[in-house]
């Protein structure tokens, strides 16, 4: 090698070691600028997520007013007016059959404090879910089952991890209480199985229900409401994932996987 | 007198002046001491420039001054690895290369000859120190407005400055060789860039620092 490819070799270098630092350096400075995107993003999600979670609680304190509104006019009301018109038909020179009357007043005084006590622990529907996912849906199903028009099978698998997430226990909640609005509303069913599933790192909602079934392809964006759009958009801001397998008189069957806690 | 205005003594100086301005006042006494490091270098710088001049010789005079340039980026990288989570021990680690590469230097060559083995070693431990400090700031989950951080244009300055004279150190003997004019040599206008780098990062750098303190001022 002459003296000349020396002395040009030795130039390439020492150039190289004089810019190479300033790559690093420029990288350095993009790729905080790319950190400080990320961190933005991630408060933007959070924000979403603290939003999407007052909604939610909202529509469970709505859905508790509609569902209480509806027992005080259809049930609690209707028993009371009856213990009403009971005692006011009382002929006090009949005893036997004020007695009657009065033992008939009681029981449906009873029925209706009974009744009460369901209504008041139903207004406590957001510490139900605080003390846990399977107590809230057991309650919920109390109500749909109160209807009579419903036979409906509740399973749970898996062991419920020491440390449980609340947040996610309150959408996974209003997920399943707009589905459950979808069944009353649409479906026709009889029966509805319900199974929640605890895996190591996730945990699995399963709802199949024997009613009328829908082609979800050839539903339009408004036939799918908000109902459907809403279970979606619910189960992607934790994460999840939402399967709907349905046909036409076939019932249908909804899960959801969400990781957990 | 114009023998001692030169690239180096002129940019140490306005460092100096910025440094002054900026630092006098600061909270921590790390980037204070940063004050004396830079009236030393630019005594330093002066003084050599006059043994040069007077007695042909200030290897002596930078064999004294390495020992405080190493005291002191040493110092300030153990603040900068304290304050992010890296490992204390890497700079007291340093200042042990240090010692024995120095007492090695000085043994085989002894005061009066200027120990280069050491200051080759001692910059490529600079460089390794602010790419882990840089490697510190990208592992963090916290976000930091580089921009504005003394901290990082302290050490991109030392990065660069030490980087480039590792190459020029190892190809001194080809690159001195090389006349730009009929007495400089591309060797010195690295050096002199090299240093103008440092010094002009160092100095925003306490703009820097100053505008933090300001921003934590009631």
Redesign the interface.
């Known amino acids: 090698m002459g003296s000349q490819e020396?002395?040009t070799l030795?130039?390439v270098?020492?150039a190289i070691?004089?810019i190479?630092?300033?790559f690093?350096?420029v990288y350095?400075?993009v790729?905080?600028q790319r950190?400080?995107r990320h961190?933005e993003e991630k408060a933007q999600m959070k924000l979403i997520f603290e939003a999407e979670l007052i909604k939610t609680q909202m529509e469970i304190q709505e859905q508790t007013m509609q569902t209480i509104g509806v027992e005080l006019h259809d049930n609690i009301g209707q028993l009371l007016s009856l213990t009403s018109l009971t005692l006011n038909s009382i002929e006090l020179e009949n005893v036997d059959k004020a007695q009657q009357k009065i033992d008939a007043a009681i029981e449906l005084n009873l029925k209706s404090i009974k009744e009460m006590r369901l209504l008041g622990k139903l207004l406590h529907g957001e510490q139900l879910v605080k003390l846990g996912l399977e107590e809230a849906i057991r309650n919920e199903i109390a109500w749909i089952e109160k209807s009579g028009k419903f036979t409906v099978i509740y399973d749970i698998d898996g062991e419920r991890p020491a440390e449980s997430n609340t947040d996610k226990d309150l959408i996974l909640f209003r997920i399943v209480q707009e589905i459950f609005n979808n069944i009353i509303k649409h479906s026709q069913a009889k029966q509805i199985d319900i199974r929640l599933t605890y895996r190591a790192d996730s945990i699995s909602l399963q709802v199949i229900d024997d009613g009328d079934g829908f082609d979800i392809d050839a539903l339009t964006e408004e036939q799918k409401g908000m109902g459907l759009k809403n279970i979606q958009k619910r189960a992607e801001i934790v994460g999840g994932e939402v399967f709907i397998r349905s046909q036409p008189g076939q019932g249908a069957c909804i899960e959801i996987i969400i990781p957990y806690p | 007198m114009l023998n001692y205005l030169t690239f180096n003594t002129v940019s140490e100086f306005f460092c100096l002046t910025v440094a002054l301005i900026c630092l006098l006042k600061d909270k921590e006494l790390i980037w204070r001491l940063l004050i004396v490091f830079l009236f030393v270098t630019t005594a330093c710088e002066t003084g050599g420039i006059f043994f040069a001049t007077e007695y042909h010789d200030n290897q002596w005079l930078y064999n004294i001054f390495i020992v405080f340039e190493a005291a002191f980026v040493l110092a300030i990288f153990n603040n900068l690895f304290k304050k992010h989570g890296g490992n204390p021990l890497l700079a007291a680690l340093g200042g042990v290369c240090f010692a024995g590469s120095y007492i090695s230097d000085l043994m085989s060559h002894g005061f009066f000859k200027y120990s280069n083995n050491t200051f080759t070693i001692m910059s490529v431990l600079y460089v390794t120190f602010a790419l882990y400090f840089f490697y510190l700031l990208v592992k963090s989950d916290i976000y930091i407005d580089l921009k504005y951080s003394a901290e990082f244009w302290w050490a991109t300055g030392t990065l660069l400055f030490y980087f480039g004279t590792t190459a020029c150190n190892i190809f001194d003997k080809h690159l001195e060789k090389i006349l730009i004019t009929p007495t400089l040599n591309l060797s010195y206008f690295i050096f002199a860039v090299l240093d103008v780098v440092l010094y002009g990062f160092w100095s925003y750098s306490f703009i820097c620092k100053r505008w933090e303190a300001k921003k934590l001022e009631p």
């Open positions: 020396i002395r030795i130039l270098v020492t070691f004089l190479a630092p300033v690093i350096v350095i400075l790729y905080n950190k400080k961190i």
